[in-house]
């Protein structure tokens, strides 16, 4: 009796936690497709349901059920932003992937005494920082370096945010995975190298899989480094765009809908690859024992 009462209670808990988390989002959607009228009354479903605001945030007019509605006016940049960050993101992933995973590997593999913790200590340190406590200096480097305002640039700062945080989850995730396998295939003439292509990299498979949206997810939602490096520029990602149509838009549907063209590739992909997500075990690096 009180393991099924102790189980009723997670599923109240459960239920209340996912409505508190898809609350806002719903009321994202659920605004988008609503007309002024609607939202100033304060209506929780739309009485006509229309797509008007994502046809405007994305550059054209509309006749609405209550006349003509011209397009955002800053749709082209907002669009050019939507295009720089589903180029930025992927780059980004993927050279972090190529960067993490072989990182990943030694630090949870190889023996390596004292230079593992050190190698630790850099690799998390230098994602303690606030990230407004190297606004300036990253500003500076990179303008000096003609990397502000380009895709480039953009592709790089990701990488200092990335590459640190899916090394380490990485590692964790190849040290606890079994040892036997590999040391099977050593032993039956594969060298390292090949143990790690035909054996652990399988084996990490949902570990990879998960870093991987991870990465993407940390470029995609960026908006800080991205609006201190290309607000104002044609290297502007959707972040920083929407900075500007905040300050220049005040009608909510728009507001929600641009808001939720951002979201949706996110969650697309998130649900791609939940079951990834859910196998991946983080092992706190402080743990590991080498063998």
Request: charged residues 10%; proline residues 5%.
């Amino acid at each position: 009796m009180a393991i099924k009462r102790d189980r009723i209670l997670v599923y109240i808990a459960a239920i209340i936690i996912g409505l508190y988390s898809i609350g806002p989002i719903y009321s994202l959607v659920i605004i988008s497709l609503m007309d002024v009228r609607d939202v100033v009354a304060g209506h929780i479903f739309p009485y006509n349901p229309n797509i008007n605001a994502y046809l405007r945030v994305v550059g054209f007019d509309v006749q609405g059920p209550y006349g003509f509605l011209r397009a955002y006016g800053g749709s082209r940049q907002l669009m050019q932003g939507l295009l720089n960050i589903s180029i930025i993101a992927p780059i980004v992933m993927i050279i972090t992937l190529l960067a993490s995973i072989p990182a990943g590997y030694a630090l949870g593999r190889f023996r390596i005494g004292r230079l593992r913790s050190i190698l630790i200590i850099i690799l998390l340190g230098t994602r303690s920082l606030p990230p407004v406590s190297v606004a300036l200096p990253y500003f500076f480097l990179f303008t000096q370096l003609g990397l502000r305002s380009t895709l480039q640039g953009m592709i790089i700062i990701h990488l200092t945010i990335t590459v640190p945080i899916v090394t380490w989850i990485l590692m964790g995730f190849f040290a606890a995975l079994p040892q036997d396998l590999e040391k099977a295939a050593r032993i039956d003439g594969c060298s390292r190298l090949a143990a790690l292509f035909k054996v652990v990299l399988p084996l990490a498979a949902p570990g990879i899989a998960a870093s991987a949206i991870i990465a993407f997810l940390f470029s995609w939602n960026d908006f800080f480094y991205s609006w201190l490096l290309s607000q104002g520029t044609s290297a502007a990602t959707y972040n920083a765009q929407l900075s500007g149509f905040f300050n220049f838009q005040n009608e909510p549907a728009m507001f929600a809908a641009a808001v939720t063209l951002q979201i949706i590739v996110a969650t697309i992909i998130a649900s791609v690859l939940q079951k990834y997500i859910t196998q991946l075990k983080i092992v706190d690096p402080g743990t590991v024992v080498v063998e």
